[in-house]
């Protein structure tokens, strides 16, 4: 109570009316409270609890108590709304359902990409976070060089873009770490109820900063990635996401990515090179094969200009651009340029082994 107070004093006296407090509250191990003499006693005194392992979920009611009193909604991680049952497994709490809950759901990981659905289904407003479309301090892809976690796979500006709130098993075509997922694997999973819809308050992209040491950095986890959840958070689902059928749906994923991509190419990112005196978002290595001794090149976003080397240097800004197939011979060195003359990490391609 004194926390809070504090905190409304702090609004208060800058003019702002706090709405909204985040409780935290993820990630709490099961034994944090066993051997404590003063949780001990009071689990004498009160062995409706259950022991505990449900400690937290008596915490969380406490807390929602003392917010709603203030008027103010109790936000935090996913763990807020649930408990556990017998078997020791996630269960959404029906004790906390429509009384100003919000849990922000970032597990998506394995069996529990239909937590969100779950939550939702059961009387709660959600804010999806999905580990494995939104996190912006992942690694965009599993390159050596590039900087990032990975514990939760690799997420890219695709990734939060083909995301679908309504449909989450429509769009994960492919696990964390970039392979194909049977779609049989979803079977058993809750699917989230048309009524719920209305429960999906909005997504959210974290960005945790124990690997971030500058402003640079923080840009270039974020951009372009953050381009993908904002167009899913402000034009919400995607019609594609509805399409039942998968062939035709990959199909119409891939054309509006496709378009999508060209948009960021050839007119955001030249915006993000001015805006503010310019942005260090991503510049993404330009993808090459050899073919009937022709070396073809593209990049993910098409409107960034590839420049090529054939002297075992990197390419700078002077080099030649590269406007279709080139003859393959010896080593090529490809690099993405912006309009500001940033280049990407470089791309080698020794022909001879070809």
């Known amino acids: 109570e004194k926390v809070v107070d504090e905190l409304l004093e702090m609004y208060k006296d800058a003019g702002l009316q706090l709405k909204v407090l985040h409780a935290g509250g993820d990630e709490v191990p099961a034994s944090s409270w066993t051997d404590s ?24 009611g406490r807390l929602l108590e003392i917010l709603s009193e203030r008027g103010l909604m109790m936000a935090g991680w996913e763990e807020i709304a649930l408990l556990k049952d017998e078997e020791g497994k996630w269960i959404p709490n029906p004790d906390f359902a429509g009384r100003g809950m919000l849990p922000f759901v970032w597990n998506s990981l394995g069996n529990s990409l239909d937590l969100g659905n779950r939550i939702a289904n059961a009387g709660y407003p959600v804010v999806l976070c999905n580990v494995e479309n939104f996190y912006m301090d992942l690694a965009y892809n599993h390159h050596p060089a590039e900087p990032g976690l990975y514990w939760g796979g690799f997420v890219n500006t695709r990734r939060a873009f083909t995301f679908a709130p309504y449909h989450v098993f429509n769009t994960t075509l492919n696990d964390r770490f970039g392979r194909p997922i049977d779609p049989a694997r979803f079977e058993g999973m809750e699917a989230l109820e048309v009524n719920a819809r209305k429960q999906i308050y909005g997504l959210e992209g974290p960005i945790w900063s124990e690997t971030i040491k ?63 005196g310019g942005f260090n978002y991503r510049l993404p290595a330009p993808g090459a094969i050899v073919k009937e001794g022709q070396l073809l090149a593209n990049v993910d976003f098409p409107g960034l200009v590839i420049r090529y080397s054939t002297d075992g240097k990197e390419p700078g800004i002077d080099s030649p651009v590269y406007e279709g197939p080139i003859e393959a011979a010896g080593t090529i060195a490809l690099r993405t340029f912006d309009t500001r003359g940033r280049g990407s990490r470089t791309t080698w391609v020794d022909c001879k082994v070809r």
């Open 37 to 60: 003499p003063i949780c001990k006693e009071f689990l004498k005194s009160h062995p409706e609890i259950g022991g505990p392992v449900q400690l937290q979920a008596y915490f969380e």
């Open 214 to 276: 500058n402003r640079e950095m923080l840009e270039y986890y974020y951009l372009p990635k953050m381009l993908g959840l904002a167009e899913r958070a402000w034009s919400g689902q995607a019609w594609w996401g509805d399409i039942t059928g998968r062939d035709e749906r990959i199909k119409a994923i891939d054309s509006d990515w496709s378009s999508f991509a060209h948009h960021i190419g050839h007119r955001e990112m030249p915006r993000l090179d001015h805006l503010f």
